[in-house]
């Protein structure tokens, strides 16, 4: 590879790195307010007018909080687990497109893919990272010694795996109509017809698992407060903490992400807008659906949760598989 | 082929290194005053009995086998998803009477009772 190329896709990563966290700070205060609306309240307002500057006021107060390290937690898990949570789903967005081929308004001479690399196997390689991301969860449950996060990290662990199946189930619907596990190709393909339409029950599913996978409410016994304290980072302080909310949160915009390429028809739209001022405004409306779910459902029980994966989403999904490769069949 | 998991490998590097150069800096600039109730495990107040290094319900074990068989089986189903118009009628019976046999170990463990938790 030229040095010309290398320096291009620094570029690149620098540009989706530091839009990403912008975007996971604001997102806190997007979360906030919404649901501050929705109960009726105001949310934050004094950093700046309407409370703008309040994530940036968070972060540098969480960075200059003192560090924490109880004595009988394990030091190297202890400091290993928000790192480890939070690697993996930042490289969810090294292969997540923002956009088709663009020449971004007339700026450069030849268009340009507007993500950091594509591969041939672009969603096998999202679950494999959102799947090592249940390892930061448990060491970092485990490492503390601390028995509400043991419990809290052990909770999270089985739920997250088995919602996990059901996660990667209800994408194939998808795969079985496009053929390619090429997220730009997969977008190309519903230029007549957005996904969701072939795929109501699969979206339902992504939509639920996804919900689950992030630890969102109605999903979020691992850290549920009122039993738990905050389950697996009950010990955690200072840029450590921020570190496994960045997580949260960029997960949070992985999956809208995903949903939006996978189910939404990407950045396809009326060409009265870019494609990716539309990618955008999918992907928000996708935020906004998962935080209004939190303003809207109470917690459910544990032997609920299991429940409901385990019997009803998991045979669902096969159903909704199996139904889909007949249809192909059929009009085939 | 090869040269698309360069960058990939690049942000991997440019990640791990923020991860770690964050956590050591909040570290070394956060005030230090540890004090002997700082530093004890936050348990609602309760001065902790013993440690967490306690034995955990076998559901947890158990959830964690049904796991792998199921996330395997989704591993072989991906190339099968995206050659699935190649393959045709005789693909879709193939997967069907693959995904059975794993779905009567589902039924089985469900007919034991082992996905109840009460």
Redesign the interface.
Known sequence: ?SFAG?VF??I??VVV?ALLMLTVAYLTLLERKVLAHMQVRVGPMFAGPHGILQPIADGIK????????????DKFFY?LS??LS??PV??I???IPFGDKSDIFGLLKEPIDLR??????D??FIFAMS?LATYGVVFGGWS????????GG?RE??QL??Y??AF??SV?GV??IA???QLDKIVAMQKDMWFIVYQPVGFLIFLTAAVAELKRTPFDLPEAESEL?AGFH??YS???FA?FFMAEYASIVACSCLGTILFLGGWLGPSFLPPFVWYMIKVFILIFVIIWLRGTYPRLR??QL??FG??FL??LS?VN??VT??V??LV? | MLASYVPILIFAIIAILFASVTLFMSNLIGQKRPSEDKLMPYECGNIPVGTARERFPIRFYIFAMLFIVFDVEVAFMFPWAVLFKKLGILGFVEMVVFVLILLLGLLYVWGKGALEWE
């Open positions: 590879m290398l896709i620094l690149k990563i790195f969480l960075f200059f909080k003192e560090d924490i390290v109880t004595k009988q937690a400091f928000p790192a939070i690697v930042l490289l967005f090294a292969v950091i690399t594509g591969l041939r196997i969603i096998l799947g503390q010694n601390n028995k509400y996060a043991l419990i052990l662990a089985a795996i088995s996990e199946v990667t189930l194939f795969v079985l053929g390619s596990l304290v009950a010990d200072s840029m450590k570190m544990y032997d299991m429940k385990w019997k998991i045979p096969f598989i199996f490769a007949i192909i069949l085939r």
